[in-house]
């Protein structure tokens, strides 16, 4: 079956740190791959999304490229601000099958002045 | 478009209550989804439809949870007894197909509380 594996959280860092946070998938077919990102009390926001091998996705300054060949979609950010502070969720669809997505347990990440 | 709509915000009840939580999805979108949020298990798939007809309800729980489309503009999450291990926020999602590549649009969840 499909899974997706992200690093545990909290991750904690300083305004205006690099950021990643790693995301691999398990996929019976050709997944597409998606961030999706969680403010408090509020619903889930896609952040970026890749729909085949080596397609980078970027929004708002974050970016993960699709690597087939390590089934990974690693998140990244070159400089965070407080207001990034949120849960990121990676997920994927199965092309061959759309069963919904399959998401990721969520890194919280915070942000410190 | 308001996106997907859900009501009530926050619901709490007592066990052994009947709970109903309700979804407008986008206008135009053919598929809706129903998650249920944990801080133990994350985002867990309970059931989604296409079409309004059920395509996959395996992340249903138990019998206690079901789950309608009775038209393409609303669905209903039903818990019938509520439990205290129910509690969580349950998030509708629409989406306007279902082939992969188009992300879903979720809802700003229901809070449920079950004492």
């Known amino acids: 079956g499909n899974s997706v594996t992200q690093m545990e959280g909290p991750v904690t860092l300083s305004e205006e740190a690099f950021l990643t946070i790693n995301c691999t998938y398990t996929a019976t077919g050709y997944p597409s791959l998606f961030w999706y990102v969680q403010y408090p009390g509020e619903g889930l926001q896609l952040l970026l999304k890749?729909?085949?091998?080596?397609d980078k996705g970027s929004n708002k300054g974050f970016e993960a490229t699709y690597r087939k060949e390590t089934t990974s979609f690693h998140l990244e950010k070159g400089s965070v601000q407080v207001s990034d502070s949120a849960v990121y969720f990676c997920?994927?669809?199965?092309?061959?099958?759309?069963?919904?997505?399959?998401f990721g347990k969520g890194t919280h990440l915070i942000i410190q002045p | 478009d308001a996106g997907v709509i859900q009501s009530p915000r926050h619901e709490v009840t007592e066990m052994g209550q009947e709970v109903t939580l309700r979804c407008k999805p986008i206008s135009g979108h053919n598929s809706l989804f129903w998650y249920r949020q944990t801080m133990m298990r994350g985002l867990e798939l309970l059931i989604y439809?296409?079409?309004?007809?059920?395509?996959?309800d395996s992340g249903m729980p138990e019998d206690r949870f079901s789950a309608k489309m009775p038209n393409a503009s609303f669905s209903t999450l039903k818990i019938q007894p509520s439990e205290p291990r129910d509690s969580a926020v349950y998030f509708c999602?629409?989406?306007?197909?279902?082939?992969?590549?188009?992300?879903?649009?979720f809802g700003q969840g229901t809070r449920l509380t079950v004492v």
């Open positions: 997920a994927l669809i199965d092309g061959g099958g759309a069963d919904g997505l399959t």
């Open positions: 890749a729909t085949k091998a080596d």
């Open positions: 439809f296409n079409n309004n007809v059920p395509i996959d």
């Open positions: 999602a629409s989406s306007p197909n279902r082939v992969g590549g188009t992300e879903a649009f």
